[in-house]
């Protein structure tokens, strides 16, 4: 049975979205108005709509090919918009690109593990630190002291990361050698080196057993917790999702059919007939 997680109420916002209370004083940290993209002449997904409370654990849900990687990929800017807009922390981040996004505050995890496989776990959360490098290149190239400081910072703060999964003793493992649910985990972990206001999490209990879908319900509410961030998941595990999830959008065919709690979404008819399918009249 999945473990039971608080959850606050929640208050609408003028996006016709809902956010916790405990974010109401503040702005969303997300806010995407009449957002769409057009592929030749189909639209993948259209009139997308949400808001982001500062603290919030969102979901993302819908059947396959409903759009959802679609929109992660607009809000990092693999994919430029056709229309709409995207305020992050209340900027506009139209003309950014994907490392611009990154630097802005949003991190992310992807369906397919992307991973440096022959690098070390350390190595690879080290790069999710590069936001925080402030050596030049030329203290980099001549192993200037300012380099040593860095480095040194940068090795205690890996696995102060890593330590948020118990896999500091796995630094120097090579990445490619872990077992599935832990590259999942240091996926996570090198998402948030980059030091996020938003971290967006693509199936992150896919291939996962159950008492690890159980533990990494746990790790995300700890994650939002110690970081003070929001996390926006897509995921298919609906046991996960209505567990931790605060507020939950439905995209089906790259719009949105429901937007509520978890409560509001599992009663909802037209959630109901997207997964389901309409049933036949006798």
Not at 72 to 101: E, W
Not at 201 to 215: F, H, K, Q, V
Request: aromatic fraction near 6%; proline fraction near 5%.
């Amino acid at each position: 049975m999945a473990k039971k997680f608080d959850k606050p109420k929640m208050v609408p916002v003028p996006s016709h979205s809902i956010i916790p209370e405990r974010d109401a004083s503040k702005s969303p940290i997300l806010e995407c108005s009449h957002l769409g993209i057009d592929f030749g002449g189909l639209r993948a997904v259209d009139d997308f709509n949400i808001a982001i409370g500062r603290t919030e654990i969102a979901g993302l849900i819908g059947p396959n090919g409903a759009g959802k990687t679609t929109v992660f990929n607009l809000l990092t800017k693999v994919y430029q918009p056709t229309r709409g807009t995207i305020l992050l922390d209340g900027m506009d981040t139209a003309g950014k690109n994907s490392a611009q996004i990154n630097r802005m505050g949003i991190a992310r995890t992807f369906q397919n593990i992307r991973l440096f496989s022959d690098m070390s776990v350390e190595d690879n959360v080290k790069v999710g630190l590069h936001n925080a490098n402030a050596y030049s290149m030329a203290s980099g190239i001549l192993r200037l002291p300012n380099y040593w400081i860095q480095e040194k910072a940068a090795h205690e703060r890996a696995l102060e990361l890593l330590s948020i999964f118990d896999m500091q003793d796995m630094a120097n493992m090579k990445a490619g050698s872990l077992p599935y649910g832990a590259q999942r985990r240091l996926e996570i972990v090198r998402a948030l080196a980059t030091n996020p206001k938003l971290l967006l999490l693509d199936e992150p209990a896919a291939g996962m057993n159950p008492s690890e879908t159980a533990e990494l319900m746990e790790n995300i509410v700890r994650i939002r917790d110690m970081f003070q961030i929001a996390i926006l998941l897509i995921e298919h595990d609906m046991s996960l999702v209505m567990s931790i999830c605060e507020g939950i959008c439905v995209l089906d065919f790259g719009q949105i059919i429901a937007k509520g709690t978890a409560e509001e979404i599992q009663a909802n008819p037209a959630v109901i007939e997207a997964y389901l399918g309409k049933k036949k009249e006798a």
